[in-house]
């Protein structure tokens, strides 16, 4: 089995790439980075490493287990069958698109993922502010078709190891817009601007990794749009630079809100979207983007469109 | 002696990363944006709470926080993170102290800090603050 970690190899282009963007910054634009935050961001990145190898075992494990039942098999050297590894890559991307996208609605997700969104800044040191906790969410349940399929787990690490080393360069204001050809298949600077934006029309929008055609495909597409500044962070900023609360503030939060809420709220607490409250008390990016919506009689979303299509967020009480 | 390399590549990334933070300090990266005029205030109000139209503000003098009033009577706190700023609507958890013209202002969430503002009238605003407790 071929040991090898794209991320690892990556990691002194990451360094040279975010000194590169800094010298562009003092030239350019010097509020695009602040110490405090790229401090974060970079321990953030730090952190991640460690706890993905303190706590990844388990998720290893699982596959190992799963592989056992494969439907298909590649051999005993399936790392030669060259044509796996391009559709690994396509299918591992496609389960990053609905991975990333329960992890923006579904709260015990977002309790994770919101590390990734908590800085107010977006550059290339945004980039590796990734989630310590990613081991504590079901979210590697995603991978368990691919393996079942037979994709041999260290094929697909390899593939979500590149998937990720390709979206480590999106996170930029560098870069305006890619060739047209390219904007429309590929996952951009300027479509991951917008994922990453708490404009009301941008929340929770282009989920993709590599391949931005998941989001036309599923219905969350929006495209960037020159005349409407983005504002970058989360609904509700967190305003301090304290690295272990920008960790665990989403755990704590929704912990607590499951200790308070009512027996029969508690569940909704962890499986139903960030900012829904079983009072009303709070709102959803879909409530937000509704009373943008209704203040600035912007146009809603297509008919037919499954953009807000989360079973999890039916008008229904999950608990 | 051996040291374990997942430790060699920690510290590897520990230095680079406080060389990347400290490079950014030696750069003169991030800045320091001022709520000077009360349209800074009402566009950070704004942005911090989307649809909060501020019809009264006080920006602190030397810029770095502020407090905005909505027509439903909600009061924000903005204060400068960084080189933004971050706001929060204050509820009955807030506490507001006054030394002389300075406002000390606790919205009751230890993360965000509290926040000195030196107003013209920090009495009223204290007097607002303290009606909702």
């Known amino acids: 089995m071929p040991e ?40 953030f990145g730090l952190g991640s490493t460690v706890a993905g190898a303190l706590f990844g075992g388990f998720a290893l494990y699982v596959f190992i287990e799963a592989y056992e039942y494969r439907v298909f098999d590649f051999g005993d050297e399936w790392w030669a069958v060259w044509w796996a590894w391009p559709v690994c890559f396509v299918l591992d991307d496609l389960k990053y698109y609905w991975v990333h996208r329960a992890g923006h609605r579904i709260r015990w997700m977002w309790a994770s993922h919101v590390n990734h969104h908590s800085s107010q800044h977006y550059n290339l040191s945004t980039a590796l502010r990734q989630s310590w906790t990613g081991a504590f969410t079901f979210g590697f349940l995603f991978a368990i078709p691919l393996v079942l399929l037979g994709f041999h ?34 996952n951009t600077p300027s479509h991951h601007r917008v994922h990453h934006a708490t404009n009301p029309r941008y929340l929770d929008r282009n989920y993709a990794g590599v391949f931005i055609v998941w989001d036309k495909l599923f ?10 500044p983005i504002r970058y962070g989360i609904v509700r900023q967190l305003g301090s630079f304290n690295l272990l609360w920008a960790v665990f503030h989403e755990w704590i939060g929704m912990i607590g ?52 299509g989360n079973p999890i967020a039916e008008p229904r009480e999950a608990a | 002696m051996d040291i374990p390399p997942l ?52 920006a602190s003098r030397d810029g770095t926080a502020a407090l905005a009033r909505d027509a439903e009577g909600r009061i924000m706190l903005i204060k400068r993170h960084g080189n933004r700023f971050a706001g929060r609507i204050l509820t009955g958890r807030a506490r507001a102290r006054r030394h002389g013209e300075a406002l000390e202002i606790d919205c009751g969430e230890r993360l965000y800090g509290t926040v000195v503002l030196v107003l013209d009238d920090p009495a009223s605003w204290q007097a607002r603050i303290d009606a909702m407790g």
């Open chain 1, 219 to 228: 219905g969350t597409f929006e495209p960037e749009r020159d005349d409407e």
């Open chain 2, 7 to 58: 430790l060699l590549q920690t510290l590897g990334s520990l230095l680079a990363i406080l060389v990347l933070a400290g490079l950014a300090v030696l750069l003169k990266l991030g800045g320091a944006p001022s709520l000077a005029s009360g349209e800074d205030v009402r566009r950070a109000a704004a942005e911090a709470v989307d649809g909060f139209e501020a019809i009264e503000c006080a």
């Open chain 1, 4 to 43: 090898f970690s794209p991320t690892q190899y990556a990691v002194p282009l990451f360094v040279i790439a975010v000194l590169a963007e800094m010298i562009w910054a003092r030239l350019k634009r010097p509020e695009a980075y602040e110490p405090k935050d790229t401090l974060v961001s970079l321990a």
């Open chain 1, 153 to 186: 787990p260290a094929m697909i690490a390899i593939c979500g190891g590149f998937n990720l080393v390709y979206q480590f360069w999106i996170h930029t204001e560098a870069i305006g817009r890619m060739p047209r050809w390219f904007e429309a298949v590929m």
């Open chain 1, 257 to 308: 809100d499951i200790a308070r809420a009512p027996w029969r709220h508690k569940l909704s607490y962890l499986l139903r979207e960030p900012g829904w409250s079983h009072d009303g008390s709070r709102e959803t990016s879909d409530m937000i983007r509704e009373r943008w919506r209704a203040r600035t009689g912007q146009a809603g979303p297509a008919a037919g469109s499954v953009a807000n």
